[in-house]
């Protein structure tokens, strides 16, 4: 039995159990997304531009991850397609079927849905990290957005947390 007399509680140990059970499945679906949807880094330290003025050429898919790569810290330069700019201030290109530009911010002064650069290039400043490549519906995300926006975010994306929370069902039991 646990020293901590709520853990002693059945109905307090099942409610902790279910919640770490959702939080779990919550990284879970996090992980599969960055884990399909990141390109892996190509040696091409300009965004990929030529990898794109490639596949156009051939007209193949510009978003195909074998094209896609990552850009140098603090690139600030508009990208060719929106972005998001994740938790842990990544921006991550969400293309849209129109050509139009939209960015769905996270962290940073105007969280939210933008329709153009202007608005949160003083963030993308703030907060220098890479531009990730993904293929993403507008309406993806929004959810993505949505979802990292939840209270419980601080808990989805730290890696230390994902470990406290099982060392606290191995304990639990």
Known sequence: ???????????????????????????????????????????NTNGGEAAEKAARAEGG??????NAALSPQNDTRELDVPCIVTEDSVAVTAP?????????VIV???PGVHRGYGSIEQDVYEIPKS??????????????????????????LSSSARFFLLLLIFLSR
């Open 108 to 110: 940073g002064r105007q």
């Open 61 to 66: 898919n510009t978003m195909d991850p074998d």
């Open 131 to 156: 531009i990730v490549r993904m293929r993403h519906s507008y309406e993806e995300a929004v959810n993505f957005t949505t979802l990292l926006s939840s209270p419980m975010k601080s808990f989805v």
């Open 96 to 104: 849209r079927a129109e050509s139009e530009r939209w960015y769905a």
């Open 1 to 43: 039995m646990s020293s901590n007399p709520a853990l002693n509680d059945p109905a307090t140990v099942q409610a902790i159990v279910s919640l770490l059970a959702q939080v779990n499945d919550t990284i879970t679906r996090l992980i599969n997304l960055s884990n399909t949807a990141i390109a892996a880094p190509s040696s």
